[in-house]
């Protein structure tokens, strides 16, 4: 799986966008981008993927580079309760286990 | 929807014992269920994969013998830790993907904590 780069840490204040980046530079066209985080002391809970097509729910969006080679997650209006540790994952496509591989992630601190 | 479920949520137990783990997919039937570790202020480590009816897939560096997985059901994979030692005790986290969903997505439940005394 390709490895991803991502800044150790941001700060974001209540209310506003929280832009987070990645960069895959290395990713390629069967692999999907992932983001998941981790609030302390629980499990990870997914947010959004997607393959080259931004991709917006009702957690965040997704933008995707023509290139593929990052992407940006974005909370559109960032809480308190969104601080945690943000991990962007890239995953091989068109197979039946293909494994998650976690790196060191973003730890969001998201103050009043 | 897709909610994975552990338990125990903590367990302490002394050294030489064994440890069961199970994770639970609640409102879904998961083919793959994934079983993770995670250290303090580390990332996830994944141990194994497993699926249903078959033998799991260990990580390179990751003990079989040590850490029984077994995948009996859609629903319910188990860890088991066996003659656990203090360098055992982690935070373990399953995950399970369901086999309906056209999405590949994985579920994580909420881990278990393991203190080995």
């Known amino acids: 799986d390709a490895k991803t780069t991502q800044p150790p840490s941001m700060d974001c204040a209540e209310g506003r966008a929280a832009n987070l980046p990645c960069n895959h530079s290395?990713?390629?066209?069967?692999?999907?981008v992932y983001w998941y985080r981790q609030i302390h002391s629980q499990g990870p809970q997914y947010i959004i993927h997607g393959l080259k097509n931004n991709e917006t729910n009702e957690m965040a969006s997704l933008i995707i580079t023509e290139d593929r080679k990052s992407s940006t997650l974005i909370l559109p209006h960032a809480t308190l309760r969104d601080t945690a540790v943000y991990y962007c994952i890239v995953r091989t496509g068109g197979t039946s286990y293909g494994k998650l591989t976690f790196g060191q992630g973003t730890i969001l601190t998201v103050h009043p | 929807g897709a909610v994975v479920s552990q338990h125990p949520s903590r367990v302490i137990c002394k050294s030489g014992t064994s440890v069961k783990i199970e994770c639970r997919s609640l409102d879904f039937q998961a083919t793959t269920m994934f079983w993770y570790r995670q250290f303090p202020k580390k990332s996830l480590m994944l141990m194994a994969t497993s699926n249903e009816g078959s033998k799991a897939t260990y990580e390179q560096g990751v003990e079989k013998d040590k850490f029984l997985i077994n995948h009996a059901s859609l629903t319910l994979s188990t860890l088991t830790v066996t003659s656990a030692h203090p360098e055992d005790s982690s935070f373990y986290i399953c995950?399970?993907?369901?086999?309906?969903?056209?999405?590949?997505?994985?579920?994580f439940g909420p881990g278990t904590r393991l203190l080995v005394l």
């Open positions: 995950s399970a993907r369901s086999t309906s969903s056209q999405e590949w997505i994985q579920y």
């Open positions: 290395t990713i390629s066209g069967n692999e999907y």
